[in-house]
């Protein structure tokens, strides 16, 4: 047993080492690289912090390995030396980490600020402003401004929120967005907390009963994206989900008229005028 506990923390940080190197062959990360801009630095802030957690870890496992297998000892009667500590041990091993975290703390601030503060949002995404998404037991409700509709300023954009329009476009867990282009979407919700995740971008967002909250994103590539709800919000969450389609500003414009018509549509047909002039 003398040599079993030192091989046994040597083990770990051997074991995590070949894990941190296997992982990307394999895609034990997240399933797909981000995509879109903001997520590929929120990718390399979780790969920042997984550097220096495996870092410690491995430091530590080899300290321990370390101390045990030189200083343990089989010999009956034999003593171990009594110290009191080390200060500047103690100092090292409070501020180094404390260091650590100030500076995590403070490598992020950009990030973060560019999601989630409104004042660094484009403003071009601020004033136009893609959807309303309503999270409610156990859908997406989505509602688009009428094709063509531009916002004047704020006053209209709060006034939409309150009030609905007539001819606004519905959809219901399929919201479509321009690819390559900063979108904003207004989050709200009917009952209960529901989480808006978009797990490819990288965007999560709660939605708080009694708040409108604004949330930008941006697709790098054509495709369509899982929309999911990360908080458990009653027994239906598990089925609480939808999609994002990216694609050109031409198929976007398309889709929402086509949408609009079929809205509008009443279900009776046109009638078409004879040579005579009558209706049929």
């Avoid at 990360?29 to 801009?37: D, E, G, R």
């Avoid at 080390?86 to 490598?107: D, K």
């Avoid at 402003?129 to 531009?150: C, D, M, S």
């Amino acid at each position: 047993m003398r040599r079993f506990w030192p091989l046994f923390f040597l083990a770990w940080p051997i074991i995590a080492i070949v894990w941190s190197w296997m992982a990307p062959h394999y895609g034990w990360w997240f399933h797909m690289p981000a995509q879109s801009p903001l997520g590929q630095e929120i990718d390399n802030l979780f790969y920042l912090i997984l550097i220096i957690v495996t870092t410690v870890f491995v430091g530590v496992n080899l300290a321990l390995f370390y101390v045990l297998w030189k200083f343990s000892s089989d010999t009956p009667g034999e003593k171990g030396t009594f110290s009191h500590g080390s200060h500047i041990l103690e100092m090292v091993w409070t501020v180094t980490p404390a260091g650590v975290l100030l500076f995590i703390s403070l490598y992020q601030m950009d990030v973060w600020a560019r999601f989630r503060m409104v004042q660094t949002f484009d403003k071009q995404a601020l004033a136009h402003p893609l959807a309303e998404v309503t999270a409610r037991q156990f859908e997406w409700r989505i509602r688009y401004p009428a094709p063509g509709r531009n916002f004047k300023n704020k006053a209209e954009i709060d006034e939409w929120l309150k009030h609905p329009s007539p001819d606004d476009v519905y959809t219901v867990n399929d919201l479509h967005c321009p690819a390559n282009k900063k979108v904003l979407i207004h989050l709200r919700t009917e009952d209960v907390l529901h989480s808006f995740f978009i797990p490819d971008l990288r965007v999560k967002q709660d939605a708080v009963p009694g708040l409108v909250i604004p949330v930008w994103f941006e697709a790098s590539k054509r495709n369509q994206y899982d929309l999911i709800c990360a908080e458990l919000c009653g027994w239906g969450h598990y089925k609480m989900k939808g999609r994002i389609s990216a694609e050109s500003e031409a198929d976007f414009a398309k889709y929402l008229h086509a949408l609009a018509q079929r809205q509008a549509d009443d279900g009776v047909p046109a009638k078409v005028e004879t040579k005579e002039g009558e209706g049929h």
